[in-house]
């Protein structure tokens, strides 16, 4: 704070101001050769449903922030708004999209497909059109007010049309994922898979589950996403702005999904989804199949040295983190911890005889409760 | 940035989380008795005019700034995203109202009365109904599609209707100011005072001018303020999220109107401007007329001691600024500075005989080039 | 840091600049009246023994940071930097003491005697002289060169000579108090009470414990604290510079001792600490015995309102700390929670026919595993 | 400051704590092919002079802060803790030298040379032994206590031995710069060049001039080094901890020398000193020769795209910044302004026809009032 005041008085004396440029802060992450590792969101609101921002602060937003990809997911059967504002499934993608060419960041168009559990929130994304999602008979449910809340218990469960959705969701080549399964309103016996999440993950109709939402993560839901091969997602679920949203949720930074891309373009995305190359950033850890974060951590990890060798024959090695991904390694041996802050390094030793060491990235899960092991060359 | 990394991974392997509770960041400022200091911002913007954001989050990021009031000033001739939202010149007051009664933010209904130079851009606040302020004729001159900047130039000067929207504005008894005067697309050739400005004035139709606008002041309007016994503004014209706002405008702060209250209410706060008891606080300079600004710098600045007296009978005191309001004072005489930062003190000394000191409040302007003096108790 | 670069080019071609003034940031602490709330920290080192800075840093650290008081307290039989600085028992006090008294920081003499488990490390505080605390048999054991670590180990138990030197540190009316009790090294089949201890205590000769010490806390030695009517102790046992102990430390603020004080003098100090007034602040952390900590909390928080009644009645109130303490609590009937931040406020309800409300203060223990229980005013 | 309470009381409850690893901050800056491009700050005082740290200290700053390379550089005329400390002039160095050999941290053997003006200070590094640049004579002098001020105008211009204390370190292999050459208490005049210094630049014993130090740098001292090929020096010239010297200095950074040396040693960074292959970091500024600072922007931006082109071929750029120096370009033709701080990047576009742009790099400077201008490619 003290800083901020550090303007001379000379300064504070001159009137008038050039107003400045929209910096995007670049978030460094390793990259998996042949893969590109990219940045996204695809979970995100605007006021076209029951979001507080005009669509294109969803992309001013991403992008100042260094990510490279958002979908933006308005409700579809949920328009708190539309007193003021006219029910238009696309309108959101419409006005995102034109921005997002003009910075770089990749929009995608999507929807939320919003039902009771189960199957609870689905996102459809990569469809065509949102409209032809949006069914009839839940629209004419909610033609009257409901309070937030309210409607999630209002629907009959024996006569969900959801299977309508997602049928057209699919019919347009959209990729559909499981919103949020641990979500109290929605999980208050606890999280878990039912029949009807089964039946259509086997029917290729569920292919992600969010394993991070908001300030929360699932466990449970990362081993679904092992078990069936699904990707896993890691979503911010936004609907204030980025500030307001980071303060309630007292987190530094919204969850994100790493995609591993053959190139960065929606295309490169989908192909990636498609093929459950996804991890998961969710504050200081990261959640993906061992074949994924073994590569990462080992982009991430530079292992330099020896710089210094003792009376003993102890070498002194440096071991640096060039990313922004936090890894906390543990020597499996020892138990000695190496806090692979973002941009920054640590010294470590190897005595004479040592050529590899073992670490656990005790951060880094491979999954719900086990951490990678990496091995680093000390020679 | 390493801090937010020592969270142990115990607690990165809990599932799950409370959602945080929103929070308001109390800004400290020294009263003047009988007068309550309050901060305010008259000018800001949503998605029911060019702004970015609903009405609410006008309410909640300047409820958790420490903000005690806000106008919400729409322009009621330029609704870019109208082919989405329909024209509702009230709707931004009547959705952000109860917002800010629920989080005792006061709410101002006000809306930006838009022309060319002169007299340029105007705000009308503690209105009734803006819709009887926007004129119909303008309203089909912008009727078509525009470009933001060039609708600036397309009226024509000569059969502007600004009188009848302000004679309105003021019928229903608001409080009409100038907006941004030194604003460079319609001060291309410098700013200036225009013959329809003083006669507005003359007239009380325009009772105040922003000084403090976004990045920008305006020394000329300062001193027009002191001149013509207008209240000083200092706004933020916020469109965008405060977060992208600031980070465009490389600002820590957005500016404020610091508004002397006989109470914290709506009616406490019109008084006090149609009595122009008001100063500006932008970025680290507090500018207002000397009879406001000295009570606030005696009430914020607080000399104790002497704690210590040397061998030669010099005597150290503290001097601590309690506030949030920075404070750099110089030694009239010797040309000490005591850099009075928020919330911090220093040590400063006085010799044998000195009874009290004179400085120089450095970021006080109590004119465009005029700095506050005070003189200090070292008793 | 985007931040940092916002001065004007014109600013940086500015040749010179003033070299600013050192800034105490002061730390808002509510007062229990009669006593005034003191900021302290009775565990520092410097060169004289094994710390690595001069004295004058400890003072100008603390002072900088809000302290009202530290003690000097270098070991008196472990100097590791003897080579280059010959031995001096006074000198880190003598050296300190006139920059405390010209920055108004009250600086208390003190020194850790340092013994193998039991009785491990004591520091005597208010005492008049140490090199007559340091017994000459210990003097001789460190004559030739200890690596730190190994000394801990190569005292004779059976013969140790600590009782005389505490003897002469209650001889010089000094407060001694037990270090670290659960410090890995001299705690290594866990932390417990030796009948050492009971018997110092007993004498009077072991006043306070260390409930908090750098980076760790002692459950066990708080209860230790309140079943022997002993002085709490939060210290930073700080050797490095503040910057490189925080860093290393991973925290944000390094522990401190409150101390309720008749008044902010070396006297008041010492009569509270006999008192056994003081509490500890250990990160996010409040320590102390329920008579003190709850007028501490009270004194913190106030209630405002109601400044809204909804149509049923419901009453909406402000929740304000004041303080740079942070105060995080739970209605003991709704599970709500409160978080008050330093400097925040948040707002809360209470439905209409509530006159008071009951909260736990999560982050205020009076036990080492019982939460504060306050009761707020809502009417 | 809300972030640090982001600890859930799951947390707080937890007893102990593993104490952190020390960590370094990387700063990533752009190498110039083959040279590399290192960080150092080549004049620090420790507790053997007037330094109010021991010599480690210096080096774990350094070392945490990212830089290269550090000298000690003691004053060897000036002891004001020689009361405490024995005067020994190689011991700060023999001390920090084995902390830095087991960081990865180069520690330079240096000495400050301390006459009045002219020549005023003088540091020499690289040098075999400080003692015996020590003129006895000098010595004598100073066995009486003086004040830090009196003692430099105690010295009987006519008779200074200086010249005996130069040609020893020039005899040593020492490096020899000119300090502060506008220090205020030295240059009350204002700054300027005596014949004296252009003797010693002549006769290769001044090689370097500090233009920058601590908080002030001197455009003059710039243009003296382009016009006798000297070395830029950018130096801290830190006395007390880190932390407090960017506190008292209001800055965020401490100045900087950039070498581009061949190899990461002391024999490269020796031969880049010698080749006057250096430049200054210095708050947001990069002060240096064209030749030096061309390839060094050059290596820092990276202009990619376009990613987007509009109806009227207008195309889309990314710039990005992936170093930690900042960079502010401005369009030569256009004025448009790219802010490029560390580790960042803007968009920008270029009309149909444009294959290149020329900008000012404002922050760099290649003269007193001369920015550097650069070319990048947009095809």
């Given at each position: 704070m003290m800083r901020f005041l550090s303007l001379s008085v000379a300064v504070l004396l001159l009137a008038g101001s050039a107003r400045g440029q929209f910096v995007r802060t670049e978030v460094t992450l390793p990259d998996i050769p042949p893969y590109k590792t990219l940045m996204c969101d695809f979970h995100t609101h605007t006021?076209?449903?029951?979001?507080?921002?005009?669509p294109t602060v969803r992309v001013d937003e991403a992008w100042s922030q260094g990510y490279d990809a958002i979908a933006v997911t308005d409700?579809?059967?949920?328009?708190?708004?539309r007193e003021y504002i006219p029910i238009q499934y696309n309108a959101s993608y419409e006005i995102a999209r034109p921005r997002g060419e003009r910075e770089g960041l990749i929009v995608i168009r999507g929807c939320e497909v919003t039902r009771v559990m189960p199957p609870g929130h689905l996102n459809a994304i990569?469809?065509?059109?949102?409209s032809l999602i949006q069914t009839k008979r839940i629209g004419e449910m909610f033609a009257h007010d409901h309070r937030r809340g309210d409607y999630?218990?209002?629907?009959?469960h024996h006569h969900q049309d959801y299977l309508l959705a997602l049928e057209e969701a699919v019919r347009q080549h959209g990729f559909v994922f499981w919103n949020h399964p641990g979500w109290a309103p929605q999980a208050k016996d606890g999280i878990k898979l039912w029949d009807v999440h089964r039946e259509l993950i086997a029917k290729g109709?569920?292919?992600?589950?969010?394993?991070?939402?908001h300030a929360e993560w699932y466990p449970e839901a990362f081993q679904w996403c092992l078990d069936y091969h699904l990707a896993l997602l890691g979503n911010?679920?936004?609907?204030?702005t980025e500030q307001i949203y980071e303060r309630k949720a007292r987190i530094a930074r919204r969850p994100a999904t790493l995609v591993f891309a053959r190139e960065r373009s929606e295309a490169g995305i989908r192909e990636a989804l498609d093929s459950a190359r996804t991890a998961v950033w969710f504050n200081d850890m990261v959640l993906g199949p061992e074949k994924l974060l073994r590569p990462l951590a080992a982009a991430a990890i530079a292992v330099t040295g020896p710089f210094f060798v003792d009376g003993e024959g102890t070498r002194y090695y440096s071991v640096r983190n060039a990313t922004d991904l936090p890894l906390t390694l543990t020597d499996?041996?020892?138990?000695e911890q190496l806090?692979?802050?973002?941009?920054s390094s640590v010294v470590t030793k190897a005595a004479k005889e040592v050529k590899a060491r073992s670490f656990s990235v005790?951060?880094?899960?491979?999954?719900?409760?086990d951490t990678l092991a990496v091995r680093l060359p000390f020679d």
């Open positions: 006021v076209f449903s029951d979001g507080n921002v005009w409700h579809i059967e949920y328009q708190p708004h990569f469809i065509e059109d949102a999630l218990d209002s629907i009959d109709w569920i292919r992600g589950i969010e394993v991070a939402n911010s679920d936004v609907h204030e499996t041996a020892s138990g806090d692979l802050l973002p941009r005790k951060n880094f899960l491979v999954g719900p409760s």
